[in-house]
């Protein structure tokens, strides 16, 4: 009697350091080799629409507001020696602003206070004063008309709390990548030449692309119709334009909707998994477009999300330790795949 794709898939060794897509190249991403049939809970960093959102919120609470007082939960938080977080103390905040995945205030001494919350950071507005308490705490920011308090809910503590002095201190946080609701076409085409990767990647490295991370990337790929894996040298000058196009449009569409939200209240639940999200977070739901069931490769800490009818003419995206554990068995089509996993119901039932 064959093996069940799930137990047959559940037999690759965790010990791989590499897999590949056996079509396109996603042998790029290091990651562990775990089958698109098995589910994690994943998480993801807050991302250019989160981030604006944290900034409009923060804005009026706290811009021409003094800030009082620095208090650390952690040492580990803190990432800079000079200026010290007392030269902070006391001081007005002159402006709040995102610096990629970054939140930075500007002080009236020229010094910027720059958080990075990583994965499981968040902010959180409570009443003057807030106390710091429990393991997911990591700092108050006591200001005159409350405190910003920073948690975060790991055990691998990410976040982090850089103190620099001007705009050149600043300068030496800032990946370079590439602001794409300031871009126009051709400064987009250039950051997309500028290496090779699969599109995924680029998207999400913040040296070519400022702000965009896991749960974007899969939404402005799904809207432009391109499969997350192919290569950037081999995009047409059509879909380079339509990449451009949905990047923007993507980016736009949600960060008005959380800045609108945080206009009404202080931005709470942040999420890289959004209700009205296309593919990102949805395996095996159904394409809002076409119907068919969203599809994923899982590497690392991140994945991918896709739909093999919108984005990949159907083909499926396959991890190279999968396939070639599956030898001939491994589905090559979203319909091949649909059939199998029928085959397999039908055999335990």
């Not at 507001?65 to 939960?73: A, D, I, Q, S």
């Not at 370079?176 to 126009?184: H, I, Q, T």
């Not at 999400?204 to 499969?227: C, K, M, Q, V, W």
């Amino acid at each position: 009697m064959p093996v069940s794709l799930e137990r047959r898939a559940s037999a690759i060794s965790t010990d791989s350091s590499r897999v590949s897509d056996s079509n396109s190249g996603l042998s790029q991403w290091p990651r562990r080799p775990i089958t698109g049939l098995a589910r994690r809970k994943l998480s993801d960093v807050p991302e250019l629409p989160d981030v604006v959102a944290y900034v409009a919120a923060l804005e009026p609470r706290v811009v021409g507001k003094k800030l009082e007082r620095v208090r650390l939960g952690s040492p580990f938080l803190l990432r800079s020696i000079e200026p010290p977080v007392a030269q902070a103390e006391g001081r007005r905040v002159t402006g709040v602003r995102r610096l990629g995945k970054r939140i930075v205030f500007g002080l009236d001494n020229n010094i910027y206070i720059v958080i990075h919350l990583m994965i499981a950071g968040r902010l959180h507005w409570k009443a003057r004063g807030a106390k710091l308490a429990g393991r997911m705490a990591l700092a108050a920011f006591d200001f005159e008309t409350g405190t910003l308090l920073l948690t975060e809910a790991s055990s691998k503590k990410r976040a982090s709390l850089h103190l620099v002095r001007g705009e050149a201190g600043l300068s030496e946080l800032d990946r370079g990548g590439l602001e794409v609701l300031e871009a126009d076409l051709a400064a987009f085409r250039a950051a997309l030449a500028r290496e090779n990767h699969t599109v995924k990647r680029a998207l999400t490295d913040p040296r070519l692309f400022s702000g965009i991370g896991n749960a974007y990337s899969d939404e402005i790929l799904h809207r432009a119709r391109l499969s997350p894996a192919k290569w950037t040298s081999r995009l047409t000058d059509e879909e380079t334009e339509r990449l451009y196009r949905s990047a923007r449009e993507t980016l736009e569409t949600w960060a008005a909707r959380f800045v609108a939200e945080a206009a009404k209240a202080f931005p709470e639940k942040v999420t890289a998994f959004r209700e009205g999200m296309a593919v990102h977070g949805r395996y095996g739901k159904p394409c809002p477009v076409c119907g068919s069931p969203v599809q994923r490769i899982v590497y690392a800490e991140n994945e991918a999300n896709y739909c093999a009818v919108c984005q990949t003419e159907g083909k499926l995206l396959a991890d190279r330790a999968l396939s070639q554990l599956l030898r001939g068995d491994w589905p090559r089509t979203l319909e091949e795949l649909e059939d199998r996993k029928a085959a397999d119901r039908r055999m335990k039932g």
